[in-house]
């Protein structure tokens, strides 16, 4: 197995070592493949799901039998949600020994991980026997590499021991995942509209399709705005981007939802972080919907819908070289003024320090974005510059992704700058993974957003409920001590100003840096416009 994933390319794998899986860890480290230890094993398999999304290869995530697997679960469904290549590997007592009570049991008896994953994954098997392991291992990785989806392998102890007289493992190719049958339907449909709209998903950043996407919308001269994932499809100041929409959204994006007759769907699922403020009665007459994976094509609106299938960039690919000039319809482009006037607050604005940051950041970063208040102010205020620099889990969302998928990535791209902007909840379930980051040199520059409280969670009960039950921290959260108490560089910030100079100098740094920085705790995020689920 070790021998596998280092002839796959596999340069780093994740986890938390332990008694159920050392066997294997102890050969992929023999075979140069770097073993990085984490802090928790949630935040291991973010790491790996970072290390797959900038490397486009197979991501290792390890965890040991029993609470070592179950804590890899949540990094599991957000790499199904994300589409991230990711073998899970849990470690599991020797066959020889099942049915005898056992310390972190991963069986029938107690908790049983292959089952556990099955939902979570693509695929999720217990290997029994060795001799029946390369077969499993070949479907596992086709599955992750052709798929883009997590696998899970359980491996008992004595399995893993096993001497083999021969594994062939076969190593899965690259496809052409195309649908031809639509082309003509697609361009037929794009001539016709009259009001033609290009919602831009999170698809497009994972096929690399910034290129094409720019070029259907300016072939056609079609709006381009972008889901909450789908930021940074396009940068801020193309001509044609008008925007973001849903949650984080602007008002002028969500206006062109409501008035379009026809959408081009590009890589997204269309969930209610991105459509919540469509009217039905304004959905559109037609719907094109490029997606890899078809679960919800054509099953959200009440739209015609033409479904394209396979991967986004060769299907764009396709139909942009069958487009003949002639007989493209001109229109005229609109206005793209989606950029509203920035709050003004007593204390610091996050809007407005999220708006000037990437004119401090190189041209050459990724900012990783977490999840609650923060993120989708980033999504409506982060100046995306370099295409597809902008990360977020806008549909698992699960707090903490960002920490663990930024030191991967880090790793994956050592040149790059990278940044994670995560917020004191988040920082408080997976901080402690700086230490990981400190101890393996992995310079990457986290932005803590403290406003003391569950801030998504409190403005949106407040709102809703008028109570706030639950989203108050009584003792705040000291990012800076904290940081510091794991070995990172700490930078304390209330003013704009304060900001800059410590994201300039932690640039230059080129160190673990933990820049703490405090918002007015009641500045409304643009969350609160949320209006109606479909």
């Known amino acids: 197995m070790a021998q596998g994933l280092h002839k796959l390319e596999v340069t780093h794998a994740f986890g938390i070592i332990g008694k159920s899986i050392c066997p294997l860890v102890i050969k992929m480290v023999d075979c140069g493949i770097e073993f990085v230890h984490g802090r928790h094993e949630s935040s291991s398999g973010f790491e790996a799901s970072g290390y797959a999304l900038k490397t486009?290869?197979?991501?290792?995530?390890?965890?040991?039998?029993?609470?070592?697997?179950?804590?890899?679960?949540?990094?599991?469904?957000?790499?199904?949600?994300?589409?991230?290549?990711?073998?899970?590997?849990t470690g599991h007592q020797s066959i020889k020994e099942l049915g005898i009570p056992q310390c972190q049991d991963s069986s029938s008896y107690l908790a049983?991980?292959?089952?556990?994953?099955?939902?979570?994954?693509?695929?999720?098997k217990l290997i029994e026997r060795g001799d029946h392991f390369s077969t499993i291992f070949n479907h596992a990785i086709s599955i992750a590499m052709s798929k883009r989806g997590p696998v899970h392998l359980c491996i008992p102890f004595d399995v893993q021991t096993e001497l083999l007289e021969e594994c062939p493992i076969l190593y899965p190719q690259s496809e052409s995942l195309v649908s031809y049958d639509?082309?003509?339907r697609v361009l037929s449909a794009i001539n016709n509209s009259s009001r033609p709209l290009i919602i831009a998903g999170k698809g497009v950043n994972r096929s690399e399709a910034h290129a094409e996407l720019i070029q259907l919308a300016e072939t056609f001269n079609i709006p381009v705005v972008t889901?909450?994932?789908?930021?940074?499809?396009?940068?801020?100041?193309?001509?044609?981007?008008?925007?973001?929409?849903?949650?984080?959204?602007?008002?002028?994006?969500d206006q062109l939802l409501n008035e379009s007759d026809l959408y081009i769907v590009l890589g997204s699922r269309l969930s209610d972080m991105t459509i919540c403020n469509l009217k039905?009665?304004?959905?559109?007459?037609?719907?094109?919907?490029?997606?890899?994976?078809?679960?919800?094509?054509g099953k959200i609106l009440t739209s015609t819908t033409i479904q394209v299938?396979?991967?986004?960039?060769?299907?764009?690919?396709?139909?942009?070289?069958?487009?003949?000039?002639?007989?493209?319809?001109?229109?005229?482009?609109?206005?793209?003024?989606?950029i509203e006037e920035l709050p003004c607050l007593p204390g610091l604005s996050l809007a407005s320090v999220l708006s000037t940051m990437?004119?401090?950041?190189?041209?050459?970063?990724?900012?990783?974005?977490?999840?609650?208040?923060?993120?989708?102010?980033?999504?409506?205020?982060?100046?995306?510059?370099?295409?597809?620099?902008?990360?977020?889990?806008?549909?698992?969302?699960?707090?903490?992704?960002?920490?663990?998928?930024?030191?991967?990535?880090?790793?994956?791209?050592?040149?790059?700058?990278?940044?994670?902007?995560?917020?004191?909840?988040?920082?408080?379930m997976l901080g402690t993974e700086i230490n990981t980051a400190v101890c393996n040199n992995i310079p990457v520059i986290f932005i803590v957003v403290n406003n003391k409280q569950l801030d998504m969670a409190l403005k949106g009960m407040e709102k809703t409920m008028g109570r706030i039950d639950g989203t108050l921290y009584e003792t705040p959260l000291d990012a800076v001590k904290f940081a510091e108490s794991l070995g990172a560089t700490g930078y304390k910030c209330e003013t704009a100003e304060q900001f800059a100079e410590a994201l300039r100098a932690a640039v230059q740094l080129k160190t673990v840096a933990v820049i703490e920085l405090f918002t007015d705790r009641d500045e409304i995020p643009p969350t609160a416009h949320r209006t109606v689920t479909i």
């Open 56 to 89: 486009g290869k197979l991501g290792v995530a390890i965890g040991t039998s029993g609470p070592g697997g179950t804590n890899l679960l949540t990094a599991a469904a957000h790499a199904k949600a994300n589409n991230l290549p990711v073998l899970f590997i």
């Open 112 to 124: 049983d991980l292959a089952e556990m994953f099955k939902p979570a994954t693509l695929f999720s």
């Open 182 to 184: 639509n082309c003509e």
């Open 227 to 253: 889901s909450p994932g789908g930021k940074g499809a396009i940068r801020w100041d193309h001509p044609l981007y008008h925007g973001p929409v849903g949650v984080g959204g602007c008002s002028h994006g």
């Open 280 to 297: 039905r009665e304004n959905h559109p007459e037609t719907l094109i919907q490029f997606d890899i994976d078809p679960a919800f094509v």
């Open 309 to 338: 299938s396979g991967d986004l960039r060769q299907n764009l690919n396709l139909y942009l070289n069958k487009i003949n000039p002639e007989h493209i319809i001109q229109r005229t482009a609109e206005s793209a003024a989606y």
């Open 358 to 428: 990437s004119d401090i950041l190189p041209y050459d970063n990724t900012l990783f974005v977490d999840v609650g208040s923060h993120a989708f102010t980033a999504v409506k205020w982060y100046k995306v510059k370099k295409p597809g620099s902008f990360v977020i889990d806008a549909y698992f969302a699960c707090m903490g992704n960002a920490i663990g998928m930024a030191i991967g990535a880090k790793i994956a791209s050592p040149a790059e700058t990278i940044v994670c902007l995560t917020g004191d909840g988040c920082f408080m």
